[in-house]
């Protein structure tokens, strides 16, 4: 924030000016800043013409710097350089890479958490609102962990740039800050020297803080770096090196897979988790989530439990708890790898099964005549699935797999969400099929970041239905990737 790199305020263009041809990308603007949008940015109007503007809050006035201004554009993005009349919220973003032009990882580092917390119940309401239409939208508040919102990111993904230097992604760029620390991540990142070494064999570099044990760094060689050629820095004595590539996951040093614990019906249960594959990122976030299911899935022995989009395995054991030995619980899960890792860390649970494959193509097979989920047979037994629990990556489940979720007739899913607006879009389909929201609850599992994770509970809005024949959906269902977790940057630059 403040004057540019002359040292000299710039003039702001008028406010009242014509929109269009006349202003430019870096050009600055002041904008009386509306309320927040989904995605980490404000609203605000520049001659009617909408503005998405980074690093304000609802209600100042700022000098904004554009950043895309196409004259034929629907809206504009910009930047806040200054608050002209900052928000009693505003604060200094402790990063010193946190703000306009420098590192896209955090949105929100200017508001105190209090605030932060505030804004993101604000987007859930609004999608919830707008995109999903719900007559009544239920009160949103934003639960958080403790802790002051730094140093929790246990999964970080650094760009390798040009000079073989870690760094992360400028908003909306491919460009790489080189950077030493990263505030928001677990202290591993920075005290086993990944940020202080040189990468120059690898495209990307991510270090995984595990809640037990030692940490584990994945390096994405630059294609052809292998055996010899691949040479990667030293680290400290306990850390486990490896390396991914399209093949899988290759041992460097020590093991190619992490620990992580939860407390599962009482006790500390191990889940394994190999290379960069899923697990919640925040250290509180995996019991949160975990306790915030099971009491809403309230799966009672004998039951039949869905866990989709499964993962190593997290909602599962709960659910195989909670039905016990007398009840089923099937996980279906697209990565291999996890899917390994769910099939040895449930081992010990005879009613759990797990499917790999993408869940709109397993769905039908399990549900076809003589599969586990088939409707009704001829003894009269109900079929279908009681409880569905989905975690589907950022996109959402989408209409065709929550269509054959319905025709399964579970007496309640429960649907977390790592992006409210695929959570409006999914629980209008859910509407419009006869399953209404009865239940909300939001966590604060990324601070400073604008993602916000939701537990969205679903029940039938009238009687219990029937299982239904669950539809086929036509090929190109998406392709399964691992991870799909907030914040994860994009795939590096390939060199040769
Ligand atoms: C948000 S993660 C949730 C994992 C797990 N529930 C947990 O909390 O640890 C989404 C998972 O869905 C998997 N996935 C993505 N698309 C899929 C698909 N079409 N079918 C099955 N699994 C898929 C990913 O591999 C990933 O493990």
Same mark, same amino acid.
Do not use: K, W
């Given at each position: 924030m403040g004057d540019d790199e002359s040292g000299r305020r710039p003039a702001p263009s008028r406010s009242s000016g014509p929109a269009g041809p006349g202003l430019v990308t870096d050009e600055l603007i002041q904008l009386e800043v509306g309320p927040v949008a989904h995605g980490g940015h404000c609203v605000a109007r520049y001659d009617g013409r909408v503005v998405f503007v980074r690093h304000a809050l609802p209600g100042e006035v700022v000098l904004a710097r554009l950043t895309e201004s196409a004259p034929d554009a629907k809206f504009w993005r910009a930047d806040a350089v200054e608050a002209i009349e900052p928000s009693p919220e505003r604060v200094q973003p402790p990063c010193p890479v946190a703000g306009p032009g420098l590192c896209g990882g955090c949105d929100w580092q200017h508001a105190d958490l209090t605030t932060q917390r505030r804004l993101k119940a604000d987007v859930v309401t609004e999608q919830l609102r707008r995109i999903a239409k719900l007559d009544q939208v239920p009160d949103v508040v934003v639960e958080g962990p403790d802790g002051d919102g730094l140093g929790w990111r246990t999964r970080v993904r650094f760009t390798v740039d040009t000079e073989g230097r870690p760094g992360l992604r400028k908003h909306r760029s491919h460009d790489v800050i080189a950077v030493k620390e990263c505030l928001i991540a677990a202290p591993a990142a920075s005290s086993l020297g990944v940020l202080d070494a040189r990468w120059p064999n690898a495209l990307a570099v991510e270090v995984i803080s595990p809640s037990v044990g030692d940490p584990l760094v994945v390096a994405e060689p630059v294609a052809g770096r292998t055996g010899d050629k691949l040479r990667l820095p030293r680290l400290p004595l306990g850390t486990n090196l490896a390396t991914r590539d399209d093949t899988g996951v290759h041992q460097v040093k020590g093991r190619t897979w992490v620990t992580e614990e939860v407390t599962v019906d009482g006790e500390p249960r191990p889940f394994r988790v190999t290379g960069t594959g899923f697990w919640q990122v925040h250290p509180a976030a995996a019991q949160t989530l975990l306790d915030a299911v099971l009491s809403a899935a309230g799966a009672q022995p004998g039951e039949r439990a869905l866990d989709l989009y499964g993962g190593v395995g997290l909602f599962a054991a709960g659910l195989a708890a909670q039905v016990g030995v007398t009840g089923s619980v099937?996980?279906?899960?697209?990565?291999?790898?996890?899917?390994?890792? *769910?099939?040895?860390?449930?081992?010990?649970?005879?009613? /759990?099964?797990?499917? &790999?494959?993408? =869940?709109?193509? =397993?769905?039908?097979?399990?549900?076809?005549?003589?599969?586990?989920?088939?409707p009704a047979g001829p003894e009269g037994a109900r079929g279908g699935a009681d409880v569905v629990v989905l975690d589907p990556p950022r996109s959402g489940a989408g209409k065709?797999?929550?269509?054959?979720?319905?025709?399964?007739?579970?007496?309640?899913? !429960?649907?977390?969400?790592?992006?409210?607006?695929?959570?409006?879009?999914?629980?209008?389909?859910?509407? +419009? *099929?006869?399953?209404?929201?009865?239940?909300?609850?939001? #966590?604060?599992? #990324?601070?400073?970041?604008?993602? !916000?994770?939701? =537990? +969205?509970?679903?029940?039938?809005?009238?009687?219990?239905? +029937?299982?239904?024949? /669950?539809? *086929?959906?036509?090929?190109?269902?998406?392709?399964?990737?691992?991870?799909?977790?907030?914040?994860?940057?994009?795939?590096?630059?390939?060199? &040769?």
């Open positions: 099937i996980l279906v899960e697209g990565d291999a790898r996890a899917s390994s890792d *769910a099939r040895r860390g449930l081992h010990d649970l005879d009613q /759990v099964r797990v499917e &790999n494959g993408s =869940v709109p193509r =397993v769905l039908p097979r399990l549900a076809a005549d003589g599969g586990p989920l088939a065709d797999v929550i269509a054959q979720v319905v025709a399964l007739a579970p007496r309640v899913v !429960v649907y977390v969400a790592c992006d409210p607006a695929a959570l409006a879009r999914d629980l209008a389909t859910a509407a +419009a *099929a006869g399953y209404r929201l009865t239940g909300l609850r939001a #966590f604060d599992l #990324f601070p400073m970041t604008h993602h !916000v994770e939701c =537990v +969205a509970v679903l029940e039938p809005a009238g009687d219990r239905p +029937a299982p239904a024949a /669950v539809p *086929a959906v036509a090929e190109r269902a998406p392709r399964p990737r691992a991870g799909g977790r907030p914040g994860g940057s994009a795939r590096g630059r390939r060199r &040769n």
